[in-house]
């Protein structure tokens, strides 16, 4: 079962276990568009994940259940009290059902956002989880509500923490969120470019979520995935700005001026009631301009986990997945 099936990763995870010849139920809401699964081994089935019991008649039988349903992001529009509602409220409640119908296994998709802002260094699993988003508050709950049925319900349980991630379906992230900028000749670098970010392109990442699937050892385990290496923000506007055949300036906007003047968009947009997101936001800058660099030797090391696809690649076909979409 994977819920969260018509979001990006959830999409690629769908296909690739079909293909596989796994048998794969997709819950989805009413609104949901079913058209975009995929044919074959994939069964949708209507249901509200908000509801206590709702999944109790579907997972029996279930082996494995992935969990990818969240408010990722911001979530501008949306609040704080829905988020939380969203994210942690679905965890326990699937969770719940889990326990009832004895699921398995079951794998949390988290996020590197647990971890707050590190101040130095590679960040590995044992670094201290303190989350400063919404987002990352909301799946660090979840994984402690998951922790909590490891240990009292015996729920053979697995959690990941993919960097950001980006690829061919992804509408809505940095990277997208990059190349339409750049290719607008909207972009302008916040800060010195210097700092680092990660990144993993999807493919990797299923590929890193198959062997947690297909590895015994994984149960009971926190794993970071990520790409081989992080990068900085100006070799990744340089690799995009090549991709798209652009020109970037080389003007950039220093991080004391840029941090008041998200401040005072967000606080006119709320006043407004502009439900869409300001350009610059303080989540941007964060994401834009703090150094962020992730270790994922226990992947490597536990599911032999290795990234194929460089930056380069990966970017050069997201930005021929756009183009063919139509979308920049």
């Keep these: ?36 699964l995929p044919t074959g081994s994939v069964q949708a089935m209507e249901a509200d994940l908000l509801k206590p019991g709702s999944l109790d008649g579907w ?32 965890t326990k409640n699937v969770m719940e059902s889990a326990v009832s119908q004895a699921v398995k296994h079951f794998i949390y998709v988290s996020s590197v956002s647990v971890y707050g802002h590190p101040s130095h260094g590679l ?39 993919p960097v950001i991630t980006y690829g061919p379906g992804d509408t809505w992230g940095m990277v997208a969120k990059l190349i339409s900028l750049i290719n607008s000749n909207r972009y302008l670098t916040v800060g010195n470019g210097e700092n680092r970010v990660h990144l993993i392109y999807i493919d990797d990442l299923i590929d890193g979520l198959m062997l947690v699937l297909n590895t015994r050892a994984a149960w009971g385990r926190t794993y970071i995935l990520a790409g081989e290496e992080p990068i900085t923000i100006n070799r990744l506007v340089g690799i995009t700005s090549a991709a798209l055949g652009k020109r970037v300036t080389n003007l950039h906007i220093p991080i004391w001026f ?18 869409r997101e300001p350009l610059v936001t303080l989540d941007k800058i964060d994401i834009m301009c703090r150094d962020r660099a992730f270790d994922f030797k226990r992947a490597k090391e536990e599911l032999r986990f290795v990234p194929k696809v460089s930056y380069e690649e990966g970017v050069e076909r997201t930005v021929a997945w756009l183009k063919a979409a139509e979308l920049i």
């Excluded at 998951?146 to 990941?160: N, P």
């Excluded at 840029?258 to 439900?275: D, F, K, N, W």
Aim: aromatic content about 8%; proline content about 3%; some cysteine.
């Design 258 to 275: 840029a941090r008041p003047m998200a401040q005072s968009m967000g606080i006119l947009y709320r006043l407004l009631s502009v439900h």
């Design 123 to 161: 960040v590995g699993e044992e670094y201290p989880c303190s989350p400063v988003t919404r987002y990352g508050q909301t799946k660090y709950e979840s994984e402690k509500l998951l922790e909590e049925f490891h240990k009292r319900d015996k729920v053979l349980s697995t959690i990941i923490r």
């Design 1 to 36: 079962m994977v819920l969260g099936g018509t979001g990006f990763i959830g999409c690629h995870l769908i296909e690739r276990l079909s293909k596989n010849g796994f048998d794969v139920v997709v819950p989805l809401r009413k609104e949901s568009k079913k058209k975009i």
């Design 59 to 90: 997972m029996g039988g279930v082996d494995t259940v992935f969990h990818l349903a969240a408010i990722r992001g911001s979530g501008w529009s949306v609040s704080d009290e829905d988020v939380y509602r969203v994210n942690v409220g679905i």
